[in-house]
């Protein structure tokens, strides 16, 4: 079976730096979509970033963008969200997904394989 289990969560001033991994066993990546997601507090889960892995092109939503970044390790079958310049809105549980189909989506529906989450506390 796939299993996701993020880690890196942890409590930071605004303004400061934050990486998450997301590790990856019983699966091998080729050709997904990888995402991350997150949801605050009374709020949805909404779509952070995502790397299509067959072409390593990377998307993110305006709220993170020039301050996230998605990367991967294959080796090591791990995604990385590099998380810089953290405002308190960031805060929230923040999700590994992966979508075992062509193209990525922001829609969580669309993904097939989750972690538990991690939380990420911005003050």
């Known amino acids: 079976d796939v299993q996701l289990v993020e880690s890196g969560g942890d409590s930071v001033q605004a303004g400061g730096s934050l990486r998450l991994s997301c590790a990856a066993s019983g699966y091998t990546y080729s050709s997904v979509c990888m995402g991350w997601f997150r949801q605050a507090p009374g709020k949805e889960r909404d779509w952070v970033a995502g790397m299509d892995t067959g072409y390593t092109s990377t998307y993110y939503a305006d709220s993170v963008k020039g301050r996230f970044t998605i990367s991967e390790d294959r080796d090591k079958n791990t995604v990385c969200l590099r998380m810089n310049s953290l405002k308190i809105e960031d805060t929230a549980v923040y999700y590994c997904?992966?979508?075992?189909?062509?193209?990525?989506?922001?829609?969580?529906?669309?993904?097939?394989?989750w972690g538990q989450g991690t939380q990420v506390t911005v003050s």
């Open positions: 997904a992966a979508r075992d189909a062509v193209g990525c989506r922001w829609q969580p529906s669309q993904y097939q394989y």
